[in-house]
């Protein structure tokens, strides 16, 4: 299983397509680093996320608790605070981070509403690149407002040799949003298969992170099915293969629901208790039924390990259209 910590939803960004900011969480109700440690060892991938995660002054502790429980250990930031996660990354050079940005330098600073933000970015990747952190990379939301910068970002990210999430617009209480729309949906669309195929094309030089761009071509086209309101390509398992765990230590199905799916609390139950409990199962049976189709990485990239072979299948029919001189197919 995967899990996603929010640790708080406190932000110092000013996101157009989140506005988790203007609902920030108490400081001092948020819960307490020990409740972690009923989350079971052995997990695949622990993300500590946010809002922005560095505003806990606490996060060194949540880090000492989720470090041994999982082989992947990933915190997602807006790297402002680069000092602060140097720090981190000195004590665990093993963490795996992912730098939020937008864009190249205007764009980014526009739509995260953050002074010199993506200089900030930047300072952080350079700083974890010295530090010698193997698995850092860039994350960027796509939307109608940063397409055009899509390639760039890209060539960026595989000249620095780091990886580069991506996830699009999406609306559910997360994000406290329901009315992200993609305007000029012709622009984004031709944008996305752009960079499918350049993924597809990639560059780098060592073969497993040429292979992880093959199948992030795939993630990227489950992301232009939501972009054109088609259907997943792949069923969803939140409460199956993933689950989140929010400010105040309540378990969460997902973070794309309209409301907060809560399966119980771990502030007051075992996480067996409510992962084989009633209200849990009452929440599996809502997703199962879902129609929201949804595709953001907490649950899309489960969702892939579990039914490996449709993005296998995709991904060797494209490269095969490419070395025929052919377009890259961007439908499921």
Known sequence: MECAIITTYRCNAKCRM???????????????????????AGMKRLNITGGEPLLRRDLPEIIEILDPKTNRLEIS?????????????????????????????????????????????????????????????FAMTISGENCRDLLDVYTL???????????????????YKNDNKIANAAEVDSAMC??????????????????????????????LSHVRSEKRPIPCGAGTDTFFVDPWGRVLACN????????????AQSFDEIWNGPRAEEIRNRVKV???????TGTAVPAMRRAPIKPI?????????????????CRT
């Not at 205007?106 to 930047?122: C, Q, V, Y």
């Not at 879902?290 to 953001?296: A, I, L, P, Q, S």
Request: net charge positive; with cysteine.
């Open 194 to 223: 752009d960079f499918i195929e350049a993924l597809l094309r990639s560059p780098r030089r060592v073969p497993r992170k040429r292979v992880k761009d093959w199948f992030r071509a795939y993630l990227n086209l489950g992301l």
């Open 77 to 137: 930031t807006n790297g402002y605070f680069h000092e602060r996660i140097e720090e981190l990354a000195r004590r665990w050079p093993k963490i795996t981070v992912r730098v939020s940005i937008e864009g190249l330098p205007s764009t980014n600073d526009e739509l995260r509403g953050i002074k010199d933000g993506f200089d900030r970015a930047m300072r952080t990747m350079l700083r974890l690149k010295r530090l010698g952190l193997k698995d850092i990379g």
């Open 313 to 329: 299948l995709w991904v060797l029919r494209n490269k095969l259209r490419i070395m025929r001189g052919r377009p890259v197919d």
């Open 256 to 267: 794309g629901s309209a409301e907060p799916w809560v399966m119980g609390d771990l502030a």
């Open 157 to 175: 990210a595989a000249s620095m040799d780091i990886e580069l999430a991506n996830a699009v617009v999406h609306n559910s209480f997360y994000f």
């Open 290 to 296: 879902c129609d929201r189709n949804c595709w953001m």
């Open 18 to 40: 989140c506005e988790v900011w203007q609902n920030p969480s108490k400081a001092s109700e948020e819960f307490n680093p020990e409740i972690l440690r009923k989350i079971p």
